[in-house]
């Protein structure tokens, strides 16, 4: 697979919608991970990202503005034990729940998503997107997932289930996936495997290379989590187009 360059990624996309990006970092000695949401319409882009105990939530920026929170609030990322979740809506918690409920066999994150599919909001019929991190400390290793439950070309009686695992993370390089392959009306899906593209070393650099190059009009919120593989304290960024 060839490798490509998040920051011509998203700075040729004007709407990829919401990604994940989730990799090594170049050093080798980081799990890092990137969610970014845009919004085209005034409630969409009506959104901040607020961190609480165990988890990342979207709020509305001035609730008087908001007019429908229906597929616009939930948990992004929430934590359970090793475990770190981060999706593009409420599915989150589907995962999150099903694991603290029948406990983590290896194909919980995939179990759990056969329950979901794709967003109700024809004619888009908007893909789930989701990731999950397995830690393993201190053993200096993690493994990582990756899914998006699509429409089928379209057709909203039918939904498509895609999973990809990532079982040695190599030192470098990431894998990104998007809601939309580009701007449109109707939006069309991403389609394809996810795209491999290069890890920076620190979250620092990896929230920059995704901010500055998301679509200044769409933007909305950014949120970057970088953990180390001895154990130590993560970093975190979130950035807020409202402030």
């Known amino acids: 697979m060839a490798m490509f360059d998040l920051k011509s990624l998203l700075s040729e996309n004007s709407y990829p919608g919401r990604g994940i990006v989730i990799g090594k970092s170049a050093d080798g000695k980081s799990a890092m991970i990137a969610y970014f949401i845009m919004g085209r319409s005034e409630n969409s882009r009506n959104r901040i990202f607020e961190r609480f105990d165990g988890g990342m939530r979207t709020k509305a920026f001035d609730e008087s503005k908001l007019s429908d929170p229906h597929l616009i609030i939930y948990n992004p990322y929430l934590n359970v034990g090793d475990i770190d979740i981060i999706t593009n809506g409420d599915q989150t918690n589907t995962v999150y729940d099903y694991i603290n409920e029948n406990g983590e066999d290896g194909f919980a994150f ?120 001895d154990g130590s304290k993560p970093t975190e960024i979130i950035i807020n187009k409202n402030n």
Request: proline residues 8%.
């Open 110 to 229: 995939e179990k759990a998503l056969h329950l979901r599919e794709f967003e109700d909001d024809a004619p888009n019929f908007t893909p789930r997107i989701s990731g999950i991190l397995h830690y393993c400390f201190p053993g200096n290793t993690f493994t990582y997932k990756l899914s998006i439950l699509k429409s089928a070309n379209g057709r909203g009686e039918s939904c498509r289930r895609y999973f990809y695992s990532y079982a040695a993370p190599e030192n470098g390089i990431g894998h990104f996936i998007h809601t939309y392959k580009c701007d449109g009306n109707p939006i069309p899906s991403f389609f394809g495997e996810p795209e491999e593209v290069a890890m920076p070393n620190t979250a620092e650099e990896l929230a920059d290379i995704c901010w500055n190059n998301l679509n200044e009009a769409n933007k909305v919120s950014l949120f970057v989590r970088q953990i180390p593989l």
